[in-house]
């Protein structure tokens, strides 16, 4: 992964980009509580809401009368139109890299290699997500979306996005730590079939306030192949197996 800083585009564009969509396809809305917060997603159009709603489908709840965040999303492929200023970038970039851009209070990542941009207004708390075309972007990003936005706005919250898997019961929790490929997915998923309630197995979120604890982000799972055969009762749910 290589991770570089840039200039990129300011609200005032990625207002008018979305704009732009939704003065051709008609807006999309889905409600989600996350962490404690509600947050409001702004599709132009269906196209991209398969591959980005799913994933908080657990979170789905009754749509705010002032949600605390609001993030437009959008992509080039269904909607015909053009894509938002991006920054210029390396055309010999690593798949992985991320260019970061920043002019605060608003932060920012291009990934050239999966054609996506995302953003957020730190002061207004809104954001955006733009992809050129949702049916290219890879499966972890699918399973995990917008998790750059949500990882700088729900810092301002008190919240911390951490790479860990986490269970528990409603009386506590664990935290499962490691490095990549150290067991951290297969064990937490493999709770499933236990007491213990599966909360994450690759990406959540914990706050220290009032007390410690672990928030759900995404409903979505990832195993090796080579460990499918340790979560058979997930077999039915397999979608990229």
Same mark, same amino acid.
């Given at each position: 992964?290589?991770?570089?800083?840039?200039?990129?585009?300011?609200?005032?564009? #990625?207002?008018?980009?979305?704009?732009? @969509?939704? @003065?051709?396809?008609?807006?999309?809305?889905? =409600?989600?509580?996350?962490?404690?917060?509600?947050?409001?997603?702004?599709? !132009?159009?269906?196209?991209?809401?398969? *591959?980005? @709603?799913?994933?908080?489908?657990? #979170?789905? !709840? !009754?749509?705010?009368?002032?949600?605390? #965040?609001?993030? /437009?999303? $959008? /992509?080039?492929?269904?909607t015909g139109a053009a894509p938002p200023v991006r920054p210029e970038v390396d055309p010999d970039s690593p798949v992985g890299a991320f260019y970061f851009f920043e002019d605060p209070p608003v932060r920012g990542v291009f990934q050239p290699g999966m054609q996506a941009l995302s953003a957020v207004d730190l002061g207004t708390d809104h954001a955006w997500y733009w992809v050129d075309d949702p049916a290219?972007?890879?499966?972890?990003?699918?399973?995990?979306?917008?998790?750059?936005?949500?990882?700088?706005?729900?810092?301002?919250?008190?919240?911390?996005?951490?790479?860990?898997?986490? +269970?528990?019961?409603?009386?506590?929790? +664990?935290? #499962? +730590?490691?490095?990549?490929? =150290?067991?951290?997915?297969?064990? =937490?998923?493999?709770?499933?079939?236990?007491?213990?309630?599966?909360?994450?197995? /690759?990406?959540?979120?914990?706050?220290?306030?009032?007390?410690?604890?672990?928030?759900?982000? *995404?409903? =979505?799972?990832? +195993?090796?192949?080579?460990?499918?055969?340790?979560?058979?009762?997930?077999?039915? @749910?397999? $979608?990229?197996?």
């Open positions: 992964m290589e991770a570089v800083t840039l200039t990129g585009p300011g609200v005032a564009q #990625l207002q008018a980009a979305f704009g732009e @969509a939704t @003065a051709r396809v008609p807006v999309e809305e889905r =409600s989600f509580r996350v962490g404690g917060h509600d947050i409001l997603l702004r599709f !132009a159009g269906p196209s991209v809401v398969p *591959f980005i @709603a799913p994933a908080f489908g657990h #979170l789905a !709840a !009754a749509p705010a009368d002032k949600p605390e #965040l609001v993030v /437009d999303v $959008w /992509d080039s492929a269904a290219a972007l890879p499966y972890w990003e699918r399973a995990a979306p917008i998790r750059q936005i949500l990882h700088w706005w729900m810092a301002t919250r008190g919240h911390q996005q951490v790479h860990a898997g986490a +269970v528990g019961t409603p009386d506590g929790g +664990v935290l #499962l +730590v490691g490095k990549p490929g =150290s067991g951290k997915s297969t064990s =937490s998923l493999v709770s499933l079939t236990s007491e213990l309630r599966y909360a994450a197995d /690759d990406y959540c979120m914990v706050s220290l306030e009032p007390r410690p604890w672990v928030h759900s982000l *995404f409903s =979505s799972g990832k +195993v090796h192949p080579e460990n499918q055969s340790r979560v058979p009762h997930l077999q039915r @749910a397999l $979608w990229n197996g």
